[in-house]
Nanobody, 124 residues
Framework: QVQLVESGGGLVQAGGSLRLSCTAS????????MAWFRQPPGKEREFVAGIGGSGGSTVYADSVKGRFTISRDNAKNMVYLQMNSLKPEDTAVYYCAAESSSLIWRGSRPYDFWGQGTQVTVSS
């Protein structure tokens, strides 16, 4: 079982930056693929970025490529999402997710564990 807790959301002006953090419980954190999803107001949840267990593989949604960076620290059971050049369309609830297949899935269904989400609001 893995429990995930996100933090770091908030209100930021367009062009600004935020760093989201996700703290994971459990002794086998490094065996899980981790990902960030987001759900904009009135829309479905969407994939943002994913990272393999060792941190060597990353995948990004086209909409955030070049602006967002996902990373992890397995010694601390943490995964991060550095968000730069934020746009109003990045406004959403951001969720941390974990799955154990070692693949980085863009769909949400394979992910077994989810955090409660953290709100990110980007003003224009």
């Amino acid at each position: 079982q893995v429990q995930l807790v996100e933090s770091g959301g908030g209100l930021v002006q367009a062009g600004g930056s935020l760093r989201l953090s996700c703290t994971a419980s459990g002794r086998t954190f490094s065996t899980y693929t981790m990902a960030w999803f987001r759900q904009p107001p009135g829309k479905e949840r969407e994939f943002v970025a994913g990272i393999g267990g060792s941190g060597g593989s990353t995948v990004y949604a086209d909409s955030v490529k070049g602006r967002f960076t996902i990373s992890r620290d397995n010694a601390k059971n943490m995964v991060y999402l550095q968000m730069n050049s934020l746009k109003p369309e990045d406004t959403a609830v951001y969720y941390c997710a974990a799955e154990s297949s070692s693949l980085i899935w863009r769909g949400s269904r394979p992910y077994d564990f989810w955090g409660q989400g953290t709100q990110v609001t980007v003003s224009s």
